[in-house]
Structure formats: structure tokens, C-alpha cells
């Protein structure tokens, strides 16, 4: 063997040995719980039962109940509804405040951190801001209705405002999210692309639609497409806000899986309508990794 | 108008910059303002906006339980980064140097554990730790925390290793060095910014989460999150304390995150877009 040989073959071994611990742990920590999921999900468990775990006479009787469930098929389009509007307000504001603030002024540049406050704070610190702002004798926003003479409803409590409730709270949340993707893909824009257009008579709105959006277009996609992947956690502000009510007007999967396994004791099926977003979940992932890929063989 | 970059940003925008930042931060600040006023003044309508702050808030959770918290808080956190931290940055090493099969599948199934929503480990872990009795414990919260910690390392590392010229590790292996020393000894050193950054946001991840907490944890463990949404109990709400222990627990995050600012995207999403 050369000594070329030699190296490689050390150099392999130390790799697999540095690999090794990560892949065994990730596969007990992550792997093996998401097999015991699909496991649970066959049987009719419940805790107070414990034979029930291991019954597994009849494996997708959960599955076929999913689709009869008014509440799991309900659950699905309240996801719906809060993932589609709150990826296209914060995709939209995002990119507005990423071209109000796309400058070489030091001012700027400094007041940028500040945009980013609500995305790092704790998603349950979030939650109770707007538990504030959202109850009516102690909220500054009631207050300034009241000086404008506006009779505000109970927003969380009520039918109607409920959903838009918690849509606004998540806009506000990771909106500095979208901001900080589409400044990104701002500053790549070569200067002398839209100082040509100027040059050739262009107005602002021309340079915008011509220049400026198809260079973000890509970015405002991918980045739309991380929010729609993590919009399935948005639980402190449905936990704290609503609890999923009134009725179950804001009742997204996410937390009709947690009142079935915490709260009804329905482990087994709670596990099945858990699986079925997870499923979601790594198809729209899938996606997102196949649009990078195709992005980066463009570029 | 993205338009050709000035120097300096115009009046007109300044302002519309400044008025942004006001609606933007002004619900984080009704919280930070309230934690300094007595039970009284929060309950006074119209809310007044001069005041006398008080440390009374603070004081009263100094008193109580939620010291403790904080500290469950600080521990898991901290031992959840570290593991994931001497697990990680090797496993991310080996990776970026792997030109074989399989990366681009081996990536993916790491990157999914990192989206999957958190209801999809939460079972079998609770059902797991009822069983090994790890239910309320620290030790519980440390390994569940891994398993979005560890993918977040892995991720976050190989860009800051495929920085390091891969020359420097071959004149150093041709001079017969090994693999382990050129790891600890060249690579190492170079990517210490990376491995801070790191570090950073898996802590803020660990501090910020609620869920897992709240499903395994009860008295013992109880994390800060968890402490503060207690104060909202069947006997009314302690406005005050909310705000006070609230603020406490932003306070490491609006820290750090200020530090680690450059990196909080692709930290947030975990390198995905690079497949």
C-alpha cells in the first residue's frame, strides 16, 4: 500500500469514528421515538389502560377514523387558513421593510438589529405580549379605542376575530424572519442594474418589477416555504391566547394532537393525526430542499 | 425602492423608519414597562405612561419559587448545548470532508428531525420517561433538547469547516501528522467563531422552548417559561409577575441574539436551502 493509501485509509477511520456517536444518538433520541410514534399509532392506547398499548388486533383503525372526525378535518383547515395567511403577510411586509431599509446608512444599518426583536424573544414570551395587548382592561390598544371612541370587540374570544387574532401575533413574530431573508437577497443586486434603468428613463415602480423582484422572487418563495414548515409550531400563541377556541375556531392540528394525547388521554390516536402531519411536514421539507437544489444548479 | 444604494438614507425614510420601529417594538416594550409598575398602576385606566418605577415585581419572584426555575432554565440549556456541541462538530466535520454516497440522503434524514414538529417526539419521549422515570427531570429536558440541538450543530458547522483550506490538513497529514491532531490542533482553532455562534443559538433554542416543558416537567424541573405561565392561575392573574419574570426570560435571549446576529438565518434555518 502507498503511503497516499495509507492516509486515506486513516483519514477514513477517523471520520467514521468522528461520525459515529452523533448518528447512534441522533438515532435513539430521534429516530427511535419517531418509530415508537407510528407504533402508538396502530393501537387504540390509552394511559389508564395499559393492555392497550400493545393491542394491536386492528393497526389502522385510528387511520380510518381520521377522515370522519370533524374535528381532526377541521383542525386541518384552521392550519390552513393561519399557515396561507400568515406566510403571505409576512412574505409581503417582510419585503417591504426589507426595501425600506436596504441602505448604506450607518442609522440604518444600526436600527436593523432592533427589526429583529420579536423573532429571537421566546415564543411564549411573544404569547404573553399579546396576552396583553388582547385583554381588555389592562391592553393599551383597548385604550386607544376607547380615546377614538371604537367599540372594540373581545378579539380572542370572539368567533370572528379569534383566528385573525393569532395571525397577527405570528405576523408580528416572524416577520423580521422574511425581512432578514429578503435584505440578504437585496444586497446581491448589482448597483448598476437598476442604475442603467435609471439612466434609461425608468421610473421606481418600472425598476422595482423589472429588476428588484425577479432577483428576490426565489428568496421570497424559500423563505415562505420555512414559514409554512414551522407555522405547524405556532402552540404558545394558540396555548395562551385561545385555547383554541371559542369552540374550536383556532383549533390547528398541532394542538388538536396535544388536548387528544394530554388532555382526552387518546394516546394511540393522537399518535396517528401526528403522523399524518409529520407526513405533511416532510413533503413540503422534500420541496424545499429539491427548489434550494435547483436554485444553487441555476446560480 | 431597493433603486441604486445612497449613503445616507433620506429624511422621508428615516421617518417612515422610525414610526415602523415604534409600532414594531412598542407591544415588547407595554410588557418591559409593566414588569416596573406596582399591581395598583397596571390595573389604572387610562394606563399612565410616567410613573415611578418599582422593583417590587422582581422582588417578590426573588422570593418565590422562580429562582429555581431560572436555574432549570440555565441547565438544561447549557448541558444540552455542550452535548450537542462534542457530539456535533466532529459528526459536521467528518461530513463537510465526506465526498461519498449517501451525504445528500444522510443530510436530509438529519435535517428532518430538526422540522418535525415538536408534538412528534413529545409523545414517545413522555411515554418513554414515565416508563425509565426521567419525567421531571433535567436530565429528561437535556436529551430531548439534543434532539434539536444535534442537527442544528451539524448543519451550522459544515460551512464554517469548508472555509478551513483543505491544503493546510493534506501538508500536515503528508508530514504525518494524524487525522485527530490535525482536527484538534488546525481545524479547530480556525472555525472558534463558528462553534461560538453555535453554541449561542442552541442555547436559545433550549431556553426558549415551552412545549417540551411543559409536558415533562412538573415542580421539580419546571423551567422559567413554564414558571411564568403560572402566574396566570384560577385565583386571577399576577399581572406584575408575568411582566417581571417575562422580561427575565427575554433578557439572555435579547443578549446573545444581539451577538450572534450575522448568523441567526442560517442558523434558523439550519442550512437547508444549501441541500
Known amino acids: ?12 477511520r477517523f471520520n467514521a469514528f468522528a461520525l459515529a456517536p452523533s448518528l447512534i444518538v441522533l438515532f435513539m433520541i430521534a429516530g427511535l421515538p419517531a418509530i415508537y410514534l407510528v407504533v402508538t399509532s396502530l393501537t387504540p392506547f390509552q394511559l389508564v389502560n395499559p393492555g392497550s398499548s400493545t393491542d394491536f388486533s386492528s393497526p389502522l383503525r385510528n387511520y380510518r377514523l381520521l377522515p370522519d372526525d370533524p374535528r381532526f378535518v377541521n383542525s386541518l383547515w ?3 387558513k393561519l399557515s396561507f395567511c400568515g406566510v403571505l403577510f409576512q412574505v409581503l411586509l417582510g419585503m417591504l421593510l426589507a426595501l425600506l431599509l436596504h441602505t448604506q446608512s450607518r442609522v440604518v444599518e444600526f436600527a436593523r438589529t432592533f427589526f429583529l426583536i420579536p423573532m429571537v ?20 390598544l383597548y385604550y386607544a379605542a376607547g380615546l377614538l371612541n371604537i367599540a372594540m370587540p373581545s378579539l380572542t374570544s370572539s368567533v370572528d376575530f379569534a383566528l385573525t387574532a393569532i395571525i397577527i401575533a405570528d405576523t408580528w413574530e416572524w416577520l423580521p424572519f422574511t425581512f432578514l431573508m429578503v435584505l440578504a437577497a437585496l444586497q446581491t443586486i ?38 409554512l414548515i414551522d407555522s405547524v409550531k405556532a402552540f404558545p400563541l394558540v396555548f395562551l391566547l385561545t385555547g383554541g377556541g371559542p369552540g374550536s375556531v383556532t383549533e390547528v ?26 407526513l405533511l411536514v416532510v413533503s413540503v421539507s422534500l420541496g424545499v430542499v429539491w427548489m434550494g437544489r435547483r436554485r444553487e444548479a441555476m446560480a | 425602492m431597493s433603486g441604486p444604494i445612497r449613503r445616507s438614507a433620506s429624511v422621508r425614510r428615516l421617518v417612515a423608519i422610525g414610526v415602523t420601529l415604534i409600532v ?36 417578590s419572584l426573588w422570593q418565590g419559587a422562580f429562582p429555581a426555575s431560572f436555574v432549570n432554565s440555565l441547565m438544561s440549556a447549557s448541558f444540552s448545548t455542550a452535548l450537542a456541541l462534542i457530539l456535533g462538530v466532529p459528526a459536521a466535520y467528518a461530513l463537510s470532508r465526506w465526498a461519498g454516497r449517501g451525504k ?32 421531571d427531570t433535567v436530565t429528561g429536558l437535556v436529551l430531548v433538547y439534543t434532539s434539536f440541538n444535534l442537527p442544528l450543530v451539524i448543519w451550522m458547522m459544515q460551512p464554517f469547516f469548508e472555509t478551513v483550506p483543505q491544503s493546510l490538513e493534506e501538508a500536515a497529514l503528508v508530514d504525518g501528522a494524524s487525522s485527530r491532531i490535525v482536527f484538534l490542533e488546525i481545524v479547530l482553532p480556525m472555525v472558534t467563531p463558528g462553534i461560538a455562534a453555535t453554541a449561542i443559538l442552541c442555547f436559545l433554542y433550549a431556553w426558549n422552548d415551552f412545549f417540551f416543558a411543559l409536558i415533562l416537567t412538573r415542580i421539580n424541573a419546571r423551567t422559567a417559561p413554564v414558571a ?25 435571549v435579547l443578549i446573545f441574539s444581539l451577538a450572534v446576529r450575522r448568523y441567526l438565518v442560517s442558523g434558523l434555518t439550519a442550512g437547508a436551502v444549501k441541500g
Do not use: C
Not at chain 1, 253 to 278: H, K, R
Open chain 1, 121 to 140: 424573544l421566546p415564543p411564549i414570551v411573544v404569547a404573553i405580549i399579546w396576552k396583553l395587548i388582547y385583554t381588555p382592561d389592562i391592553s393599551p
Open chain 1, 190 to 227: 448589482p448597483d448598476e442594474f437598476s442604475e442603467a434603468a435609471l439612466v434609461d428613463g425608468a421610473n421606481r415602480l418600472q425598476i422595482f418589477f423589472y429588476i428588484t423582484l425577479p432577483f428576490i422572487t426565489p428568496i421570497l418563495v424559500i423563505s415562505g416555504m420555512f414559514r
Open chain 1, 1 to 12: 500500500m502507498s503511503g497516499k493509501g495509507l492516509v486515506d485509509a486513516e483519514r477514513r
Open chain 2, 104 to 135: 445528500h440522503a444522510l443530510s436530509f434524514a438529519i435535517l428532518v428531525t430538526r422540522m418535525a414538529p415538536p408534538i412528534a417526539f413529545t409523545i414517545p419521549f413522555f411515554l418513554f420517561y414515565r416508563w425509565i422515570g426521567l419525567l
Open chain 1, 253 to 278: 392540528t398541532n394542538y388538536y394532537a396535544y388536548l387528544l394525547a394530554f388532555d382526552f388521554n387518546e394516546i394511540g390516536y393522537s399518535s396517528s393525526v401526528t403522523v399524518v402531519m409529520l
Open chain 2, 228 to 252: 411564568v405561565v403560572n402566574f396566570m392561575n384560577y385565583e386571577g392573574w399576577e399581572w406584575g409577575k408575568i411582566a417581571a419574570g417575562g422580561s427575565l426570560v427575554m433578557a439572555p
Open chain 2, 24 to 59: 414594531l417594538l412598542s407591544p415588547f416594550l407595554w410588557l418591559l414597562q409593566m414588569s416596573f409598575k406596582s399591581n395598583d398602576l397596571i390595573l389604572q385606566f387610562p394606563p399612565p405612561l410616567i410613573f415611578t418605577p418599582t422593583l417590587q415585581n422582581y422582588v
Open chain 1, 78 to 80: 384552521v392550519q390552513a
